[in-house]
């Protein structure tokens, strides 16, 4: 069954999975047209604090622990 | 150690107020506060410092009765204090900054003289000190609410940019259409892909901005990491546009 979470304070975060990728190609690459390109086509999604988060991939919810931007959902709490 | 010229000055804000346009000279000066402390019986002088600061502000310039310039700035001088903050390196994200978090404006001088353009002189009192800061988001006018988390900006080679807190610092000088209001946000990330709320200022009005006070310097606890970027929204009507800038200050490790 997969987790729940809820923001613990507003943040930002790539919207999608391809959004993810272009970001993250776009951050290995040096200022230029590209560069430019890529960070142009990554869609972001603004969450507000308490808004329930459904991450749609392992690696954004690891960003998002780092980023101490969620918190599990008990199912008792 | 590079050197700076006066070309560079990228703003100098005041509230809602920029005062480049008219000014020549700025002096800045920062002195250790001292008591005398030697004795009677010793020939030599002794002095004893807290770490107190005392910072005296200047500027020189021209008389300019520009919109939100420096003449309607200082005209009756206003005991309202404003945050100030002026980029002698220029107008780009991660520049050196100076941030004053409490200013008032306390003398001020037009000089009218034959043959010659009419001058002014002010002069600031400084509440809480400068702090040496770097910008978050460089002086522009954007559209549409948005974020800067793909142009973010490090504000340190190394993560955490600091454990003890800090300050940021928001200056709006226009907010055009008919927008009720425009909140601003200072982010920060740890990775550069999830930016989290860090700051979100109060929100700013049209009649803030015609005030001239459209401004705040707010203290930042705990840790700042290394990537910063801003956020920015609109409340009620239509085509708005907000001109601002949002500097960050990190407190040095003891």
């Given at each position: 069954?997969?987790?729940?979470?809820?923001?613990?304070?507003?943040?930002?975060?790539?919207?999608?999975?391809?959004?993810?990728?272009?970001?993250?190609?776009?951050?290995?690459?040096?200022?230029?047209?590209?560069?430019?390109?890529?960070?142009?086509?990554?869609?972001?999604?603004?969450?507000?604090?308490?808004?329930?988060?459904?991450?749609?991939?392992?690696?954004?919810?690891?960003?998002?622990?780092?980023?101490?931007?969620?918190?599990?959902?008990?199912?008792?709490? | 150690?590079?050197?700076?010229?006066?070309?560079?000055?990228?703003?100098?804000?005041?509230?809602?107020?920029?005062?480049?346009?008219?000014?020549?000279?700025?002096?800045?000066?920062?002195?250790?506060?001292?008591?005398?402390?030697?004795?009677?019986?010793?020939?030599?002088?002794?002095?004893?410092?807290?770490?107190?600061?005392?910072?005296?502000?200047?500027?020189?310039?021209?008389?300019?009765?520009?919109?939100?310039?420096?003449?309607?700035?200082?005209?009756?001088?206003?005991?309202?204090?404003?945050?100030?903050?002026?980029?002698?390196?220029?107008?780009?994200?991660?520049?050196?900054?100076?941030?004053?978090?409490?200013?008032?404006?306390?003398?001020?001088?037009?000089?009218?003289?034959?043959?010659?353009?009419?001058?002014?002189?002010?002069?600031?009192?400084?509440?809480?000190?400068?702090?040496?800061?770097?910008?978050?988001?460089?002086?522009?006018?954007?559209v549409a609410a948005a974020n800067?988390?793909?142009?973010?900006?490090?504000?340190?080679?190394?993560?955490?940019?600091?454990?003890?807190?800090?300050?940021?610092?928001?200056?709006?000088?226009?907010l055009t259409g008919t927008p009720?209001?425009?909140?601003?946000?200072?982010?920060?990330?740890?990775?550069?892909?999830?930016?989290?709320?860090?700051?979100?200022?109060?929100?700013?009005?049209?009649?803030?901005?015609?005030?001239?006070?459209?401004?705040?310097?707010?203290?930042?606890?705990?840790?700042?990491?290394?990537?910063?970027?801003?956020?920015?929204?609109?409340?009620?009507?239509?085509?708005?546009?907000?001109?601002?800038?949002?500097?960050?200050?990190?407190?040095?490790?003891?």
């Amino acid at each position: 069954m997969a987790k729940t979470y809820r923001a613990t304070k507003g943040f930002s975060c790539p919207a999608d999975p391809e959004s993810m990728k272009r970001l993250q190609s776009a951050r290995k690459l040096e200022a230029g047209e590209k560069r430019e390109a890529l960070l142009a086509q990554v869609a972001w999604m603004d969450v507000e604090k308490g808004a329930k988060v459904e991450p749609y991939n392992d690696f954004i919810l690891r960003s998002l622990l780092e980023n101490e931007c969620v918190e599990e959902v008990k199912a008792n709490g | 150690m590079a050197k700076y010229g006066s070309d560079q000055v990228g703003f100098m804000l005041l509230g809602s107020y920029s005062m480049l346009g008219s000014t020549s000279k700025l002096e800045d000066t920062v002195e250790l506060k001292l008591s005398q402390t030697d004795v009677l019986g010793t020939s030599d002088e002794q002095w004893w410092s807290s770490g107190a600061r005392k910072t005296d502000l200047t500027q020189d310039g021209w008389f300019d009765d520009a919109s939100n310039g420096h003449h309607e700035a200082f005209k009756g001088l206003p005991t309202t204090h404003l945050p100030l903050t002026i980029a002698p390196h220029g107008n780009a994200g991660g520049l050196a900054i100076d941030m004053y978090p409490s200013v008032g404006r306390v003398n001020y001088t037009v000089q009218v003289s034959v043959g010659d353009v009419h001058k002014a002189q002010s002069q600031y009192s400084i509440n809480g000190g400068k702090k040496a800061g770097v910008i978050a988001f460089p002086l522009g006018t954007k559209v549409a609410a948005a974020n800067t988390d793909s142009d973010d900006v490090t504000i340190s080679a190394t993560h955490p940019a600091g454990t003890g807190g800090g300050s940021t610092v928001l200056h709006v000088t226009e907010l055009t259409g008919t927008p009720t209001n425009c909140t601003i946000k200072l982010r920060h990330s740890t990775d550069g892909i999830t930016y989290a709320d860090l700051t979100t200022f109060a929100a700013v009005t049209p009649a803030n901005v015609a005030a001239g006070v459209a401004s705040e310097y707010a203290t930042i606890a705990g840790q700042i990491n290394k990537w910063v970027s801003v956020a920015w929204a609109y409340t009620g009507g239509s085509a708005p546009t907000v001109t601002f800038t949002v500097g960050v200050h990190v407190t040095p490790a003891p």
